[in-house]
């Protein structure tokens, strides 16, 4: 079906973001301290992440 075929490689790449995000926000922490919006949105995304997974495999 073209349709899940399109949600696993969008749910794929949110999960690559928000990996990518983890990643540069803590490099971001590491290097010049901490912000909170920084941390507040990869927060977001990572629940838009699950969001997308769980409607996914619903």
């Not at 973001?17 to 995304?45: E, K, M, P, R």
Request: proline fraction near 2%; aromatic fraction near 8%; charge should be positive.
């Amino acid at each position: 079906m073209p349709g899940s075929h399109n949600g696993s490689s969008s749910t794929k790449t949110m999960g690559v973001l928000t990996v990518g995000g983890l990643v540069a926000v803590t490099a971001y922490t590491v290097a010049l301290g901490s912000n909170g919006w920084l941390w507040f949105g990869w927060v977001v995304l990572g629940l838009i992440t699950l969001a997308m997974v769980a409607t996914r495999s619903a």
